[in-house]
């Protein structure tokens, strides 16, 4: 077996978003600083309702797929097909753009604390144009597995193994292969985490302090980007720790992005922009995404 090391470093950056949210973007912050198939991520944590209360209104997609999680607060989706969803703490929304989508994000609280965290996972050429979909999955349907020391790993896509036993979260069957685990890790605990190979993956510590593989510590606040391995290694500071851990099958292809459309050449860009601006760019969606929980 051969343990996943630290690779690169990707610090976020403070950025805004929407109509003004203040967020932390790492992946996705400049041009080129993607790790395929993932293309950015961002997280989102203020106290204070200025910076989040002009939310995210109506804004299209299309080419790739959107993974909502919150850790406090509340936010609704609404979209050009008449969905809507109300996303609160512990909630995930996945939102397989496609071919398109146009939707807001919008925030439900006047006060308090509002925190998660926004991926975006990119679609091989074949399924960029197929029909868009969406679900919102409810924090009592993700898997939360014990671990060894009283932390706990929540399994939002892909499959978590530990002690021999695997434990399924409610998105599989993709195509990238996601994995989203959230790790909460007491002080001092160590875990091992095995992953397929030649998947990559990368680590957001958010809290706490914590090293993986060969004592390398990790940034807070950061992407951490792994090397190649069948297993993560990870052992928590002081303080515990808690972090993402996030892989997936690269699809290796051309990436040619304008805001929120990521496409595979500058002609399907173009013609990305000229279908929202003729309002044509959202078609008929599905009721849920390819994964676990597709009717």
Do not use: C
């Amino acid at each position: 077996m051969t343990s996943r090391q630290l690779q690169t470093v990707i610090p976020a950056v403070a950025a805004a978003d929407g109509a003004g949210v203040r967020l932390y973007r790492s992946l996705g912050s400049h041009q080129g600083q993607r790790f395929d198939p993932f293309l950015m991520l961002d997280e989102f944590f203020s106290d204070d309702p200025g910076d989040y209360i002009a939310g995210f209104p109506s804004h299209p997609h299309r080419g790739f797929e959107t993974v909502t999680y919150m850790l406090d607060g509340h936010m609704r989706h609404e979209d050009s097909f008449g969905n809507r969803g109300d996303l609160g703490p512990g909630d995930v929304q996945w939102m397989t753009a496609a071919r398109g989508i146009i939707h807001s994000e919008m925030p439900q609280q006047e006060s308090g604390r509002l925190r998660g965290f926004q991926l975006w996972i990119n679609l091989p050429a074949k399924e960029k144009m197929k029909a868009a979909a969406w679900q919102d999955i409810a924090a009592a349907r993700i898997p939360v597995v014990p671990l060894a020391g009283g932390g706990e790993a929540r399994v939002i896509a892909g499959t978590f193994e530990q002690d021999g036993l695997r434990h399924a979260g409610p998105i599989g069957g993709l195509s990238t292969a996601p994995q989203y685990f959230d790790l909460r890790l007491p002080a001092g605990a160590a875990l091992r985490v095995p992953l397929p190979l030649g998947h990559h993956a990368f680590l957001y510590l958010y809290e706490g302090a914590a090293v993986v593989g060969e004592d390398q510590p990790l940034p807070v606040r950061a992407a951490s980007l792994l090397t190649d391995g069948d297993r993560v290694d990870l052992r928590a500071g002081a303080a515990g720790a808690r972090l993402l851990l996030l892989a997936g099958k690269p699809i290796g292809e051309p990436v040619v992005q304008y805001g929120p459309f990521v496409m595979n050449s500058r002609e399907e860009i173009e013609q990305a922009i000229a279908d929202y601006q003729a309002g044509r760019l959202a078609w008929p969606v599905a009721a849920a995404p390819a994964g676990r929980d597709r009717p």
